[in-house]
């Protein structure tokens, strides 16, 4: 969608400018980009298969991301288990899962499917494929799966479906609850002056401009307090365009006022494209790894 970008000011002299020009950056930003993956996207077609067919024929597999299918042998470490093919009896022919998320134990003798790349187990390619992760296989069992297929799982799922590798939604942080705290003021007020300026409402439409105004005024102070510039002027654009919309409040100008409302939005979108990252629950956080 092709957002105005201008809040119009009725009195000359009043140089707003200035501020109208950095809208064309938010404007490009918001052209129909795609969601990112998420962050556990294999780089490669997942390829199916079963436990069985692996440790019958490695080698084909090697460097692929699979989805492989079996029934949990044993359970050999907090976070890693090995999988074959029969529930009922060891086949001897084991593939290794290493889950380093692992919740908890897989269900013994339950199937499982797991997700992530097949290597052969190599414990220094393992330190390179999995950073921070500690190999804690005892070293008899290293000596027993060198060499053989190993899954480096990211995703364990359960007969009841459930992925037990997956980390839980870390709380929000102090940071993010004091930014939580400021944004749950803005929509209100957008609502709110929104409506005011259709039912021509002069005070109503001043106090939203003015709530918008002192949230956005936070809402800068944090982000320079991180000393992020670009959130910092977004939250600064957001600002005068309250700005605008008080000063043609001001003048009477309902109209020129409006004007101000979609590029004040398009400022919560910019910052929201950017550094606002929705978890699976359904919050929010500050977009980590920036
Ligand atoms: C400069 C950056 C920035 C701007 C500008 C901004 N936001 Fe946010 N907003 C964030 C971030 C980051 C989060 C997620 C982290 C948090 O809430 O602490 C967030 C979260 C939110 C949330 C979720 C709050 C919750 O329930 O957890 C709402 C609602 C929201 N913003 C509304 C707005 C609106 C409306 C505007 C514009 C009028 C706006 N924001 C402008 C950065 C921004």
Redesign the pocket.
Known sequence: MKRSTKSTITVAGVALAAFLTSYTAITAEQGGQAPPPAANTPPKPLVPVAASSVAANPDSYVGEYVTLTGAVEANLTKTSFSVDQDKTKSTGKDVLVLAPTLQKPADANGYVTVIGQLIKFDPAEVATKLKGYTLDLSAEDQAKFKGKPVVLATAVINTAGIDIAKLPIPP?SAE??S??KI??K??PA?AALRKALDGKDMNLSKEQANI?KAAFTE?EAF?KAKGNTE?TN??AD?KKHADAILINLGLGNIDAAKTSVTP??G??AA??GK??ERMEDG?????AGL
């Open positions: 929000m993010e609850l930014l939580q944004m749950t803005l929509p957008q918008l809402t982000w959130a977004w939250a957001g004040l939005g400022t919560c910052c929201h550094y606002r919050t929010f956080r500050i977009k």
